[in-house]
């Protein structure tokens, strides 16, 4: 007898359908399984064969052969436990065939026949969906990740007696739902906000421009003023997530096994990994490549903590994804590509002890300043179109109540600026002013005479470079957008002036310009 | 071979240095002498210093006595300001000698064999002659352009290496060049790490006080000392760098510019040969020098340890006058300075301070701005908006953080930073690093 079910395996951030065929013939009592299996997949053989006999069904002594189609893609994970033991009960007749044929199957089988949880359900049964299946089959700890997807019945088994059921009546009504509008809801209810930050203003309107026209930050300031709270804190001012924007995150998540249940990532994600992570886990990686830290952080913020401590080798990794927004890891059997349109938002401590330049606390020499700024590469560097210094906060400021602006105030204002920029780009392949070119920036932030001569002078006096230029002109533009104004003013440059990384800092002079 | 080839010779045996060299030169002659000297000859040399450590030995009271005697006559010789009339050049060995008879330094057999070995007429000619073709001069403790200043100090460097584009003959003879014949000099000493305080400080007094004339000698180390040779070449003033390295040698790299500045403007004095790599142990000798050339020490920021203060105490045991810029108190970098001012050095607030000092016949220009309306009287020129007047206001030389020029001013923050900006670009003030501001001195 031959039958087959249909299950799917992850390819990239995609799912891929994969049919298991199984085929009981007589002859020598054997059960094989062919193609192109990882070593986690050749193992089923045994928790299939002890589950099905450990539900109460009997395997008749033949010769059973598994074949997972297409045969020349890699199989890995324990996903294919479930669709391979409901194929063989199939061909020895426990279910009907036909049944199979609308039904994609996924779940890791245990020895006593109960189906544990399984890595990438939402991409699958996403993809289930287009592919044209009605019912899905995945275990009861991930049927929120499925039922997440409209359109397509997602079933939870707690067993393989369960799946039986599940498939042989097929009124069996009770599909798992969830309530996304209520998801929602109770997602954006965020437990951080920005009021608990005191004073700081000078950062927090700097870290308002960067999510304004999402543009790469960087946080300079002795240790314990703030930067990581302030920066834990730029998801609450960031829009809402979208549906699909959710989808998209949420597929990532649960590739990497990340979603825990929850149907769906409803917030801006933020991801602060530890300076020893490795370019691998930072960028995704290994022999069948997961999402790194720069996927995880897409569409949120990836958050890098004492800056100058990374590897010098892992964070240049970041410079080709900070441009094109997506990673491309390429092994030998195929090549995936993961989105990583993230904002960066690092932080660092001026020198070694923290506190250059208060030449009181500091004790680093001008050398070791120096040498502890240029840790970090110029071209890195020059992904930061916002630098900005946090100072220590004053017992005055602590104790200060209440009127610091709460976080929805400030995302109320940045609404009017993402507003402009969708209407201004709504025909160009870019969404944010950061990501303007020196081509569309001569297009879009255009400057009056007055402002021209302001920023002419500066050009001169300070020394700036072209790139620097193109990136004050960036972030004015942004400053304008918060404004509402359709020019830019002086103010909007100054400001930007204000922002713009400095040459000198790491040139470690101490005043060398004096004079 | 000349006589200034013999004292380079004598001057770079390895492991003999100004002490053992002193010895030797009571005993011979001159350097030529000691180079045509048999072996037995000067194996006889070990036989005084045996007798003086026989003599010396049996009771620790006679080198007691001995070297109080010495720093005596030291005290009891006449001020350097005093001694105007030119001496004989034979004098300074016989001070050198009786000096050394309290010391205990004795040749050894190898040292005889170190000056044998080195007898190499070539060789000595050949970097005689490349001291030239790197623009080195050669003066040794005999030379009638040997600094007067600097014989009466304890320990004198038997030579000198200088560098610099002398003689500027349509000017004056190189003599006048250097900073011992022309006019009075001024070192300026202080902390390598300095705030922008300090450094906006030194490069205005040093400025100041080079415009008149005054050379300006400091030892080319990051912080104090280049902003006290920059602040000097910014006029057009004299400025000499000692080293502690060979002359040919720029160390900090960092300041090569400067290094090749002053070797333009003025001079590089070293004690070391061409070529001796700047170790640690040769940067405290070197103070000795800076302090022996000038007339007087500014120190500007120097913490509670910091070396600028070993030149200061060598200074007062020549007898130099100490000026210092005084600092907050509690300011780590200026506690030094503090703690010279209450123990009787010259308070600094303007460079009239040492002017008048230094300067005969120096008057006070009163329409000059002094120190504590320099500043304000600049603004004047510029005509300002009421806003940046406000922000200009709250700024001083200590940097402050645009946030902090937010909740002073009471301005909202666009507005201080577009305020800044303009004065920034109106080289009003400087950014000193990364959004944190302080006047322009």
């Known amino acids: ?515 | 071979m000349t006589q200034d080839e013999y004292y380079y010779w004598l001057a770079n045996i390895s492991n003999i240095g100004i002490k053992k060299i002193s010895l030797l030169l009571e005993v011979f002659e001159s350097p030529e002498v000691i180079f045509k000297a048999s072996k037995a000859e000067l194996l006889e040399v070990l036989t005084p210093g045996a007798e003086l450590s026989e003599a010396l030995t049996p009771g620790a009271e006679p080198s007691k006595a001995l070297t109080p005697g010495a720093e005596l006559s030291k005290a009891l010789a006449p001020k350097p300001e005093l001694s105007k009339a030119p001496a004989p050049v034979a004098e300074p060995s016989e001070a050198l000698a009786s000096s050394l008879s309290g010391r205990r330094v004795k040749l050894h057999i190898n040292d005889i064999n170190n000056i044998i070995n080195s007898r190499n007429k070539d060789k000595i000619k050949r970097d005689y002659a490349g001291l030239a073709d790197k623009g080195i001069r050669f003066i040794h403790i005999r030379d009638g352009r040997y600094p007067e200043k600097l014989k009466k100090i304890y320990d004198p460097p038997f030579a000198l290496y200088v560098k610099g584009r002398f003689p500027k003959e349509e000017r004056f003879t190189w003599e006048e060049g250097l900073p011992w014949e022309g006019p009075k000099c001024l070192a300026v000493v202080g902390s390598r790490e300095c705030s922008g305080y300090g450094a906006g400080m030194t490069g205005y007094l040093a400025g100041a006080v080079a415009r008149e004339g005054i050379g300006i000698i400091s030892g080319l180390a990051r912080g104090i000392d280049t902003h006290a040779h920059e602040g000097a070449l910014s006029v057009g003033g004299k400025t000499y760098a000692v080293l502690g390295c060979g002359a040919d040698i720029c160390y900090p790299r960092e300041n090569f510019n400067l290094y090749m500045a002053i070797s333009e403007d003025g001079g590089i004095i070293s004690e070391y040969a061409p070529g001796v790599k700047p170790i640690s142990c040769n940067f405290p000798m070197r103070n000795r020098i800076i302090s022996g050339l000038s007339d007087g020490i500014l120190v500007v920021e120097a913490g509670k340890k910091s070396g600028a203060l070993i030149t200061v105490d060598m200074g007062l045991d020549q007898g130099k006058d100490i000026y210092a810029v005084p600092g907050r108190v509690g300011d780590r970098l200026s506690e030094g300075c503090n703690n010279l001012i209450k123990s009787g050095a010259k308070l600094v607030s303007s460079p009239d301070d040492i002017l008048e000092e230094l300067l005969n016949n120096y008057k006070k220009n009163d329409a000059k701005c002094n120190n504590n309306d320099f500043a304000l009287c600049t603004i004047n020129n510029y005509m300002l908006e009421t806003q940046g007047k406000i922000v200009y206001a709250c700024l001083g030389f200590e940097p402050v953080h645009l946030g902090e020029i937010s909740a002073k001013t009471g301005l909202p923050l666009e507005v201080c930073m577009e305020q800044l900006l303009l004065l920034e670009l109106n080289g009003l003030i400087v950014q000193k690093t990364k959004n944190y501001y302080s006047l322009r001195l």
């Open chain 1, 1 to 515: 007898m031959f039958s087959k079910a249909f299950s799917a395996a992850i390819h990239g951030i995609d799912a891929l359908i994969v049919s298991v065929e199984a085929d009981v013939s007589d002859g020598l009592p054997l059960f094989d399984m062919v193609g192109y299996l990882g070593s986690e997949v050749k193992e089923a053989r045994e928790r299939v064969r002890i589950a099905i006999k450990n539900s109460g069904f009997m395997l008749p002594a033949k010769r059973i052969t598994v074949n997972l189609s297409p045969a020349d893609i890699r199989k890995e994970g324990t996903a294919f436990d479930l669709p391979v033991a409901l194929a063989i009960l199939a061909a020895f007749g426990y279910i009907d065939e036909e049944k199979l044929k609308d039904c994609l199957i996924i779940g890791e089988l245990s020895l006593n026949g109960n189906i544990h949880r399984v890595n990438g359900v939402l991409p699958i049964v996403y993809s289930a969906k287009q592919q044209g299946f009605s019912r899905c089959i995945v275990p009861k700890e991930n049927a929120r990740e499925g039922a997440a997807v409209a359109g397509i019945k997602t079933y939870g088994a707690e067993c393989l007696k369960d799946a039986m059921d599940i498939i042989n009546d097929s009124s069996y009504a009770d599909c798992e739902s969830v309530n996304l509008e209520e998801l929602f809801a109770a997602g954006s209810g965020e437990d951080a906000d920005y009021s608990e930050v005191a004073g700081q203003d000078a950062a927090k309107r700097a870290i308002e421009v960067a999510v304004a026209g999402m543009h790469n930050i960087l946080m300079i300031g002795p240790p314990g003023a703030g930067k990581t709270m302030l920066a834990k804190r730029i998801p609450t001012i960031m829009p809402a997530l979208s549906f699909d924007e959710s989808m998209e995150i949420s597929k990532i998540y649960s590739i990497s096994g990340l979603l825990d249940n929850r149907a769906l990532i409803t917030r801006r994600p933020f991801r602060s990994p530890h300076h020893t992570i490795t370019p691998a886990a930072l960028t995704g990686g290994g022999m069948t490549p997961k999402p790194g830290e720069i996927s995880l952080a897409h569409l949120g913020v990836l958050f890098l903590d004492e800056f100058p401590e990374f590897n010098k080798s892992t964070i240049e990794i970041l410079r080709q994804p900070l441009e094109d927004k997506y990673v491309t890891i390429s092994r030998l059997n195929a090549t995936f590509r993961y989105p990583a349109g993230f904002m960066l938002c690092a932080a660092m401590n001026p020198c070694r002890c923290g506190y250059y330049p208060d030449r009181n606390r500091c004790t680093c020499s001008v050398n070791s300043v120096a040498k502890y700024l240029g840790r970090i590469s110029r071209p890195l560097l020059d992904r930061f179109d916002i630098c900005t210094e946090v100072l220590q906060v004053d017992y005055k400021e602590l104790q200060s109540d209440g009127k610091a602006e709460t976080s929805a105030d400030i995302r109320r204002r940045l609404h009017t600026a993402r507003d402009i920029q969708e209407r201004r780009y709504k025909d160009q392949c870019i969404r944010f002013n950061s990501q303007l070119t020196p081509r569309t920036i001569k297009q879009y932030c255009r400057l009056g005479d007055s402002e021209r001569m302001l920023l002419e002078q500066a050009f001169n006096r300070m020394g700036l470079s072209a790139r620097t230029y193109h990136r004050i002109l960036k972030v004015a533009r942004t400053i304008a957008d918060l404004d509402g104004c359709e020019s830019i003013g002086r103010k909007h440059i100054s400001e930007a002036i204000c922002y713009r990384v400095m040459d000198k800092y790491w040139g470690g002079g101490c005043g060398n310009d004096a004079g």
